[in-house]
């Protein structure tokens, strides 16, 4: 006995329709990640703790802390990153025409602060970035001010493809 039809065959207009709203689907639902613990120093600076993400948000939730006695501050800075590849070769570069950052600083010895910040990384890309990006991960620094240079420790969060 023959199967009826219903024009899903390969090639068929309602299949390719059904295939690429299927993979527009996947584009934007990468799963979430579960929270994820971070330590960091640098000379002066001290940050931890945990990130997690659902689709293109990030939620940080952290805490920075100036462990030197010498009237500077210590501070960390979240900048979302995105991944574009040129001609084969990968290059990572900040979202946003001027390269969003989100800072925060702590003064005077032993001094904490704490606080959850939450980054939609597609709110954060202008129009070329929507077009360029194909994987994003965040860049998390601890980082000690100076007069004459920023002491700074770095971490990075595994690459999600977009």
Not at 13 to 38: D, E, I, K, Y
């Amino acid at each position: 006995m023959k199967m009826p039809t219903i024009g899903l065959r390969a090639g068929s207009r309602l299949f390719g329709a059904v295939a690429a709203s299927s993979a527009a689907m996947f584009v934007f639902a990468t799963p979430a990640q579960a929270a994820t613990g971070f330590s960091t120093y640098a000379t002066g600076a001290h940050g931890w703790g945990t990130y997690s993400r659902s689709y293109q948000t990030y939620t940080v939730d952290y805490l920075i802390k100036d462990t030197l006695k010498d009237g500077d501050c210590a501070y960390i800075a979240i900048r979302p990153q995105i991944r574009e590849t040129i001609f084969g070769i990968d290059n990572w570069n900040s979202v946003g025409t001027w390269g969003y950052e989100y800072q925060d600083k702590v003064c005077g010895y032993l001094n904490i602060d704490a606080k959850v910040v939450r980054i939609n990384v597609w709110d954060k890309m202008n129009s070329f970035d929507h077009l360029r990006a194909n994987a994003m991960r965040l860049y998390i620094r601890v980082c000690r001010a100076d007069a004459w240079a920023d002491t700074c420790s770095g971490f990075v969060t595994p690459v999600v493809s977009l």
